[in-house]
């Protein structure tokens, strides 16, 4: 079948019933989509699909169509320039990194759809797991990337021994 991610189109040769995650890191070699627990519960292999983010470990390819977009965690913006990645980055979100692909794409995709999210927004758009429990300085980075400065944690609201 022909699969659109991040912009082009691949040819990928598998089962119907082999889920994205694994066309996404084992066909088409694209490793910043995330393996985590296998049953859409943590959120580290999320994509979004149309535009709406979904975790790819419980999508399976016969469910796909070759006009679906795809776009991963490479395909959000060439050169890391997404809002959300520099907000990241400018706030040092991620401890171990390994949630953050995913963590990235549901801020994106929430952000696409409230361009000024609340806390409870983001308490109820961002569901995927950090086992660092980075979740204050995820959601600061959310109000960053949408220009929430004032909703930003200031540096007492930071965990003991972070810096924000």
Same mark, same amino acid.
């Given at each position: %079948?022909?699969?659109?991610?991040?912009?082009?189109?691949?040819?990928?040769?598998?089962?119907?019933? %082999?889920?994205?995650?694994?066309?996404?890191?084992?066909?088409?070699?694209?490793?910043?989509?995330?393996?985590?627990?296998?049953?859409?519960?943590?959120?580290?292999?999320?994509?979004?699909?149309?535009?709406?983010?979904?975790?790819?470990?419980?999508?399976?390819?016969?469910?796909?169509?070759?006009?679906?977009?795809?776009?991963?965690?490479?395909?959000?913006?060439?050169?890391?320039?997404?809002?959300?990645?520099?907000?990241?980055?400018?706030?040092?979100?991620?401890?171990?990194?390994?949630?953050?692909?995913?963590?990235?794409?549901?801020?994106?995709?929430?952000?696409?759809?409230?361009?000024?999210? #609340?806390?409870?927004?983001?308490?109820?758009?961002? #569901?995927?797991?950090?086992?660092?429990?980075?979740?204050?300085?995820?959601?600061?980075?959310?109000? %960053?990337?949408?220009?929430?400065?004032?909703?930003?944690? #200031?540096?007492?609201?930071?965990?003991?021994?972070?810096?924000?």
């Amino acid at each position: %079948m022909k699969l659109n991610i991040n912009g082009k189109s691949r040819d990928v040769i598998a089962e119907g019933s %082999m889920p994205l995650l694994w066309a996404i890191r084992e066909i088409v070699g694209l490793t910043g989509t995330k393996f985590g627990c296998g049953i859409a519960q943590c959120g580290a292999c999320s994509v979004h699909i149309n535009g709406d983010v979904q975790r790819s470990c419980s999508v399976p390819l016969s469910s796909l169509s070759p006009t679906d977009k795809i776009v991963t965690i490479e395909g959000l913006s060439p050169n890391s320039s997404h809002p959300v990645q520099k907000a990241w980055a400018a706030l040092d979100v991620p401890q171990c990194g390994y949630c953050q692909s995913g963590q990235i794409m549901a801020a994106a995709a929430l952000l696409a759809r409230t361009p000024k999210p #609340t806390d409870q927004d983001i308490d109820a758009a961002m #569901t995927n797991i950090c086992r660092c429990g980075t979740y204050q300085r995820i959601r600061a980075a959310v109000h %960053m990337a949408a220009g929430n400065a004032t909703a930003a944690p #200031t540096r007492a609201e930071a965990p003991a021994g972070r810096k924000i």
